[in-house]
T-cell receptor, first 114, second 107 residues
Framework: KAGVTQTPRYLIKTRGQQVTLSCSPI?????VSWYQQTPGQGLQFLFE???????NKGNFPGRFSGRQFSNSRSEMNVSTLELGDSALYLC?????????????FGQGTRLTVV | GIQVEQSPPDLILQEGANSTLRCNFS?????LQWFHQNPWGQLINLFY???GTKQNGRLSATTVATERYSLLYISSSQTTDSGVYFC?????????FGTGTRLQVTL
């Protein structure tokens, strides 16, 4: 069974550009969450989706947005990129409607803003 | 929301040594997971352990939900155990993590 797939794996963008990252959850999983991890830091919660609805959002500026499609795939978008947006972006999925069941992570997208 | 604290923040071990990582949480939880973040950044599931004890090879975990903590034991550590270990607990719409324990195993 395929795991959580994130694309692309690596990305280099210029300040001011925008970027879209993709996450395909494990087949059958309908809950998806996104996290940002900057070097040496922990996992900062971005947003969470279930059945195409954003149920929760972390403390990030409006430049960060996301959505979930009917097939549970999710995308996140960052507009007007800043140097500080350079980070590893991780996506997780869970089978249950809530996050009290086992969660699985993708390999992440490493974004570098120059 | 739930607060999760991990200790120690950093740990350096010689290969072959044993270690215990701790995860404390602020409220009663009915789920708890341990992850290992490898050098390439991916979080690998170690244990889903809402209560009790589980073992997988050299690793084992114990969660005492009534006392709001979980422990991860690593025995006979190897250099491949290096990385960051996170514990996390989920609610309706969020999986909350501790700040992690960074483990370095040296030869």
């Amino acid at each position: 069974k395929a795991g959580v797939t994130q694309t692309p794996r690596y990305l280099i963008k210029t300040r001011g550009q925008q970027v879209t990252l993709s996450c395909s959850p494990i087949s059958g999983h309908r809950s998806v969450s996104w996290y940002q991890q900057t070097p040496g830091q922990g996992l900062q919660f971005l947003f969470e989706y279930f059945s195409e609805t954003q149920r929760n959002k972390g403390n990030f500026p409006g430049r960060f947005s996301g959505r979930q499609f009917s097939n549970s795939r999710s995308e996140m978008n960052v507009s007007t990129l800043e140097l500080g947006d350079s980070a590893l972006y991780l996506c997780a999925s869970s089978l249950g409607q809530h996050w009290n069941t086992e969660a699985f992570f993708g390999q992440g997208t490493r974004l570098t803003v120059v | 929301g739930i607060q999760v604290e991990q200790s120690p923040p950093d740990l350096i071990l010689q290969e072959g040594a044993n270690s215990t990582l701790r995860c404390n949480f602020s409220d009663s939880v009915n789920n708890l997971q341990w992850f290992h973040q490898n050098p390439w950044g991916q979080l690998i599931n170690l244990f889903y352990i809402p209560s009790g004890t589980k073992q997988n090879g050299r690793l084992s975990a114990t969660t005492v939900a009534t006392e709001r903590y979980s422990l991860l034991y690593i025995s006979s550590s190897q250099t491949t155990d290096s990385g960051v270990y996170f514990c996390g607990s989920g609610t309706a719409s969020k999986l909350t993590f501790g700040t992690g324990t960074r483990l370095q195993v040296t030869l």
